[in-house]
């Protein structure tokens, strides 16, 4: 039986599913250079990446290690970026929150909106005690974001990923359900 995805509704946003017919609005903001920047991954080229990570959303929800939403405008229902949790270990109550925007909508606090819905459907939904975030060192718009939002800075990962061709240093933040 397939598990129902959980729609979450706020004052300007749906957080959704995305389907396959949101190919195009992915690959819109996911092959635009600044917004890759920081994404671990080349820019995408076509409709196939797009499915491909469509696809990855879908298996990462079937098999219970994570959930990615959607971001809607409610006036319009078209995808304009992304935010759920990956890499969820249930028997450690912890998860990954990751999350992506086109650029068209940055600076209009539509991802803190969209993040103020998921965290605490990760906490208490979830059940999930720490929701941590990898995040670059000069990717200075989500590491604000995610102090506004009451993560704390833990460290420093040296050269912990190798994305496009390059190790990344990545800064780990984290929340704690206690801290909610």
């Known amino acids: 039986m397939k598990k129902r995805f959980p729609v979450l509704e706020t004052e300007r946003l749906i957080l959704r599913e995305i389907i396959e017919t949101d190919r195009l609005d992915i690959l819109e903001y996911l092959s635009d250079e600044e917004v890759m ?3 671990g991954m080349s820019p995408f080229r076509d409709e196939e990446e797009a ?7 879908r298996k990462i929800f079937d098999f219970g ?3 990615r939403w959607g971001i809607t405008l409610k006036e319009i229902n078209k995808v304009i970026g992304s935010c759920g949790f990956h890499n969820w270990d249930k028997r450690h109550h912890r998860a990954e929150i990751g999350f992506e925007l086109s650029k068209h909508y940055w600076n209009k606090g539509i991802m803190g909106e969209a993040l103020r819905a998921i965290i605490p459907f990760g ?3 979830l059940n999930i005690n720490r929701i941590q975030a990898l995040v670059e060192p000069e990717n200075f718009a989500s590491l ?3 102090k ?3 993560f704390n800075e833990e460290g420093l990962l040296a050269q912990y990923e190798f994305t496009c061709d390059k190790y990344d240093d990545l800064l780990m933040l984290a929340r704690l359900k206690k801290d909610f």
């Open 65 to 67: 290690v994570g959930i």
């Open 123 to 125: 906490f208490v939904e």
């Open 51 to 57: 499915l491909e990570e469509i696809n990855w959303y």
């Open 37 to 39: 920047k920081f994404y």
């Open 144 to 146: 604000g974001l995610l």
């Open 148 to 150: 506004k939002l009451k």
